[in-house]
């Protein structure tokens, strides 16, 4: 059995793996020239963390995970209003999940992949046909690929998604803000080993945080809904422009950064993810955001139990993807609920709701309401 998997990103790298280990064979379709890699540090744990045990590469991803001692809320100024420890933090993370930079996922999930599938970059899909037996792929490099199975695993913007199932606009529900993420090339000095520091205000949040291995990445988050129109990275200069602490440092980073991830915070509904023989997985199929913190845990673990459901069906695809669809569906939408309500109060402009929405995390700290939220976990594993 073949497939053709769109995207060679943590969805499409873990698609490749796990097909592999179910006797699949793979050709992955990357647009960009190479591996992108960089992104924010993410929490990585749910079923992306069983996944990922049951796949094999587990131990690899814990040891690339990186641990924050401490985590300082900020004013405007940089002056402190109030931190996080280690074990607070780790309290509200609980056991079976960790933190890790979003291009490390992503790498080793592709040294675990390269010697079983091809990877093609600096191409993309350009049509798709399908019968009964098969479908049928044109490639941006003129060639044609023929496979029992595509999966479109090319993201928010996916392209198979618009050439398999319509146009962006009839699946995107805009969130109205936009993230800007990048690694500094200069790390500051000022920000401590294994820290990260975070300012809220006016409808902005601004985040340096230490992600192990020397790197530091810096992270911009911002409403859009006051109408903001076209999108540009030089917004930031005039939106942040009144900060102090890091941001003038992060500023400047922007211009020499490798690979800046800058896009609109959307969601992707998608009523049935398979039409026939063709598939999406991950942010193409269903992108939670970032405000429901497991997009990464959701690429792996659909990708797992993706695996296992063609495993379980043999070469019956369909009766495959409308079973994993029906077991994946739930866990996708509940968080995409939860993206939704974060949405309501991420970065707000009111500072009274700011205060409120962080009073909870300021209590988190006290001792006996974090080992609640301990407890919490061991009921919840
Ligand atoms: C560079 C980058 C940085 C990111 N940083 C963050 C972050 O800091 N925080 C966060 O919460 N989320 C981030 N994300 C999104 C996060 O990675 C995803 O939510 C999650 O990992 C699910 O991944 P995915 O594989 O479904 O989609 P993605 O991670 O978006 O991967 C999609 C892949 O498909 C490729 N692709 C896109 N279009 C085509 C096409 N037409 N043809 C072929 N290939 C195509 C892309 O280049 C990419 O490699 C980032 C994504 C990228 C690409």
């Given at each position: 059995?073949r ?5 060679a990103?943590?969805a499409g790298l873990?698609a490749a793996l ?5 006797g ?6 990357e ?19 069983d996944g990922?045990?049951r ?6 991803l814990?040891r690339?995970?990186f641990v ?8 405007p100024?940089?002056?402190r209003?109030f931190s996080l420890?280690?074990?607070t933090i780790?309290?509200?993370m609980?056991?079976r999940?960790f933190?890790i930079l ?6 080793v999930?592709y040294?675990?992949v390269?010697?079983?599938t091809?990877i ?5 899909i ?12 044109t ?5 044609t690929?023929?496979?029992d ?11 198979t ?12 529900l805009?969130?109205?803000h936009?993230v ?7 790390p500051?000095?000022d ?8 300012i ?10 230490s ?6 990445a810096?992270f911009?988050?911002y409403r859009?809904d ?5 999108a ?6 005039e ?10 440092h ?9 690979s ?5 915070i959307?969601q992707?509904?998608?009523d049935?993810?398979?039409t026939?023989?063709i598939?999406?997985l ?15 845990s959701?690429?792996v673990?659909?990708?797992d139990?993706?695996?296992?459901a ?40 009111n500072p ?8 909870p ?10 080992r609640l ?9």
């Open positions: 059995m497939a053709i998997i769109i995207g990103g943590i873990a796990r097909l592999h280990q179910a699949w064979e793979t050709l992955v379709i647009r960009a020239p190479q591996r992108r890699g960089g992104g924010y540090g993410v929490t990585f744990g749910g079923i992306g963390y990922a045990e796949m094999g590469v587990l131990p690899e814990r690339r995970a924050t001692r401490e985590l300082v809320y900020r004013k100024d940089g002056a209003r420890d280690a074990a780790a309290a509200t609980g056991k999940s933190t979003r291009g490390d996922i992503e790498a999930l040294e675990a390269a010697d079983h091809t093609r970059f600096g191409t993309t350009t049509a798709v046909e399908q019968d009964a037996d098969a479908v049928h792929v490639l941006s490099d003129g060639s690929e023929h496979a199975l595509l999966i479109g695993a090319d993201g928010l913007h996916s392209a998604r618009a050439l398999a199932f319509g146009p962006e606009e009839d699946y995107r805009d969130l109205e936009r800007a993420v990048y690694i500094l090339k200069e500051p000095a920000l401590p080993a294994q820290t990260t520091g975070s809220s205000a006016g409808g902005r949040t601004f985040a340096m945080m992600v192990g291995d020397g790197r530091t810096a911009f988050g859009t006051g109408g903001r129109a076209g540009s990275l030089e917004e930031l200069h939106l942040y422009g009144d900060m102090g602490w890091l941001v003038p992060a500023l400047e980073g922007l211009k020499t950064a490798d800046v991830y800058f896009d609109s959307s992707i509904v998608v049935r993810w398979s026939g023989r598939v999406l991950g942010d193409a199929a269903w992108c939670v955001t970032l405000f429901a913190g497991y997009g990464s959701l690429a673990g659909g990708a139990q993706f695996g296992a063609l495993e379980r069906h043999g070469h019956d695809v369909p009766a495959a993807l409308a079973n994993w669809e029906a077991e994946l569906r739930p866990e996708a939408e509940k968080k995409q609920k939860l993206g939704r309500r974060v949405k309501e109060v991420y970065a707000p402009r009274l709701v700011l205060e409120l929405t962080q009073l995390l300021r209590l988190s700290s006290w001792g006996p309401v974090r939220i301990e407890r919490g976990f061991q009921l919840a594993g």
